[in-house]
């Protein structure tokens, strides 16, 4: 038997428990991957 992958594992145990708990639902909702910013993230400012 072949181990699964991270990605296997998710979509094979995280939708249900998301669904379960109300995640697809309005006006909660869920993707497997959603991009966000077409380029890099640049943090700006000091630590706190």
């Not at 077409?38 to 400012?45: A, E, F, Q, S």
């Amino acid at each position: 038997m072949v181990g699964l992958t991270e990605a296997d594992t998710c979509r094979k145990y995280v939708p249900p428990k998301l669904i379960a708990s109300g995640w697809d639902d309005e006006p909660h909702s869920f993707t497997e991957q959603r991009i966000f910013t077409d380029g890099r993230i640049i943090v700006t400012g000091g630590n706190s």
